[in-house]
């Protein structure tokens, strides 16, 4: 029997006519088989239609029996290749392809399926290989340099350089890969699919205004493309460019009005710059537009406070109800939370702590949080860092005056804080930002010191100084929008986990300002349960938020009997509200600032804000988070038996 490649076979004729025609086929092959099995046209032809269909387990043993007979069949073979890896026996698909090859080592469509096949099982190397000998069919070289006559006369292929990018990435292999991509623009500068691999993977290597303009090119020439403006948006607004993301936000919204996503993305800017009732409207539109989406309904009400009869609330209990096993955890426990804020406003306390609890019982699920290691780190601190080890670098730090470090646990005011100095006209307020770690993972690559114990005293006083003017260096280029005529004499970094660094951020600059703020432990505990932190692993249990708060305090006492008098200021949240002009005066005065008026006027500040607490600091001082509702003892009890002796306050 003569040999058939599957193209002799199309399924072909108009959309509307190719269901019935499929049908028809697959009736009369299944009759011929039904009167002889061992006819070998219908064996190899139903068992195509078969895996055209994704009826994998169907066709494979059809095609193999054909094959047996047809043994350089190409396109049999790569059919059959398609069919195992849908069923997910890769292994045998990647012989199936490459026996194809064998018989035919230029057909494009095995090399294509053989690299994403070998791609999909982790063979990078192989796949690779696969793609590259694709760009080489036809005696073309392998150079990228040479792949714009390919380009020209197959466009297809940017498809293939895709593929070997993403490979490259793969392995680790960025600049190569970044080269793929930026190579495949010159010829196809409108290419969607490469702007955003190009896009996100310059993003992963730290090079975000390269990202920015690569997606502005795009925009050149397809400036009506709904996702390169939603993308463009999301890195402007990561990077604190409000304004311009919001630009491209309100775009996208406008090419797209009936997407939440972009009235949502347009929604999260608005808040963080103050706009809060825009804001509210925006995700108020978002849920209205996806009402399953459990997300909106959680920023919504960390917004607004809904009424007893909003129609939201019981579309939210629906939600949580009928959807108990069918959403992810993620979004079941998003729509927990916000249940759990909304109950709570208009009173319903029980109700809201439940829905509270298992809300934090699903995060936990997919939380790797190891206690010990990371308790362990803090008591090696305090080993480290004596009196002596810090004084006798610190005479040798880096004299700038311009860093205020605020730490401490989360919900203990300081976003208040930084607002009442954001307010003062010499201080540029940059909220939380990595840029320490940042300094810190660059200085363990380039002095091999740095990965000792005890890493400042083993680098040179040149080293150090070097270490101490790279975070300065990334600080401020973190300012943005700033009106002064002068750099910010003042920069704040709002990082409160950098708490665990005291010791060695007092020995870099140890004219740093260092706020630590506080609060009453029950209280911020007890605020950190109710919200579902991204970053916070320690918080969606309550022992272990118990536990780690009575850490992070035996950490602090460390740090206030090594550190010389007057380096750390304790702020307690209680006393800010409590008389916020004398508290505000104090936080001046310890920076180093003249006292002016408009520190007062903290909730008029207009300069973006991302926290949890970007509502209430747009408001005037207020005493409602001071004793909060607190469930039963024996609710509380993990929490309590956390915290040990901190339960009754500080």
Not at 33 to 61: C, V
Not at 202 to 216: K, N, P, Q, T, V
Not at 257 to 262: C, F
């Amino acid at each position: 029997m003569q040999e058939t490649h599957l193209s002799n076979s199309p399924v072909s004729g108009p959309a509307d006519q190719q269901d019935a025609h499929t049908t028809s086929l697959m009736q009369l092959y299944e009759g011929m088989l039904a009167k002889n099995p061992d006819q070998m046209d219908a064996l190899y032809f139903l068992g195509t239609l078969y895996a055209r269909h994704g009826w994998s387990e169907k066709a494979i043993p059809l095609l193999r029996r054909a094959l047996a007979h047809m043994p350089r069949n190409v396109e049999g073979f790569n059919t059959l290749g398609l069919a195992l890896r849908q069923a997910g026996h890769m292994k045998e698909a990647v012989a199936a392809f490459r026996r194809a090859l064998e018989l035919a080592p230029h057909y494009r469509a095995a090399l294509v399926n053989l690299g994403d096949t070998l791609s999909g099982c982790g063979d990078q190397a192989g796949a690779i290989a696969a793609y590259r000998m694709i760009l080489t069919i036809d005696g073309h070289n392998a150079d990228i340099s040479r792949y714009r006559e390919i380009l020209v006369s197959n466009p297809t292929d940017i498809a293939t350089i895709n593929r070997l990018g993403k490979a490259l990435q793969a392995t680790g292999r960025y600049e190569e890969a970044a080269s793929q991509f930026e190579q495949a623009l010159i010829y196809a500068p409108d290419n969607v699919e490469t702007t955003l691999d190009l896009g996100a993977l310059l993003i992963d290597m730290e090079r975000r205004d390269r990202a920015a303009d690569c997606y502005r090119a795009l925009l050149a020439h397809r400036p009506d493309s709904y996702t390169v403006h939603m993308q463009l948006g999301k890195l402007l607004h990561k990077n604190g460019r409000h304004n311009e993301a919001l630009h491209h936000f309100k775009k996208a919204r406008t090419l797209k009005p009936d997407e939440a996503a972009a009235h949502a993305a347009v929604a999260a800017v608005l808040q963080e710059t103050g706009q809060i009732e825009a804001a509210i409207q925006g995700f108020r539109r978002a849920i209205a537009l996806a009402p399953d989406r459990a997300r909106y309904y959680l920023c919504l009400t960390r917004l607004a406070k809904l009424a007893a009869d909003d129609p939201v609330l019981p579309v939210m209990q629906k939600l949580a109800a009928d959807n108990a096993t069918s959403l992810p955890d993620k979004e079941r426990s998003d729509i927990h939370f916000a249940l759990g804020k909304a109950l709570s406003d208009i009173g319903e306390h029980q109700r809201s702590f439940a829905h509270i609890q298992q809300g934090n019982a699903l995060r936990r699920r997919h939380i790797t949080y190891d206690e010990k290691r990371v308790f362990a780190g803090m008591r090696k601190m305090r080993e480290l860092f004596s009196t002596e080890a810090i004084a006798g670098l610190a005479r040798t730090g880096h004299p700038s005056t311009q860093p205020i470090f605020i730490v401490g646990m989360p919900r203990s005011g300081s976003t208040l804080v930084e607002q009442i100095l954001a307010r003062h006209p010499a201080v540029y307020a940059a909220g939380e930002v990595g840029t320490l770690l940042d300094t810190f993972r660059d200085a363990a690559t380039q002095f091999p010191a740095w990965k000792t114990v005890a890493p400042l005293a083993h680098l040179t006083e040149a080293e150090r100084f070097a270490v101490a003017e790279d975070y300065l260096q990334r600080l401020n280029a973190r300012v943005v929008d700033w009106t002064g005529d002068e750099p910010p004499q003042r920069i704040t970094n709002k990082t409160l986990g950098n708490y665990l660094y005291i010791g060695l951020i007092h020995q870099l600059w140890p004219n740093a300002r260092i706020i630590h703020t506080m609060r009453d432990p029950v209280d911020t505990c007890l605020s950190c349960f109710s919200i579902p932190f991204n970053t916070q692993e320690f918080s969606f249990d309550l022992g272990e938020l118990g536990r780690r708060y009575r850490q992070y305090h035996e950490l602090m006492e460390h740090w206030r009997k090594v550190l010389p008098a007057g380096a750390m200021l304790d702020v307690r949240y209680e006393d800010v509200v409590e008389n916020l002009e004398a508290s505000a005066r104090r936080i001046i005065a310890y920076c180093g600032l003249e006292w002016d008026a408009a520190c007062l006027d903290f909730h008029k500040s207009t300069r973006p804000v991302r926290t949890s607490s970007m509502e209430q600091v747009r408001n005037p001082i207020y005493r409602n988070a001071i004793g909060r509702w607190r469930p039963d003892d024996e609710t509380l009890r993990p929490l309590l038996e956390g915290l040990g002796s901190l339960k009754d306050g500080v």
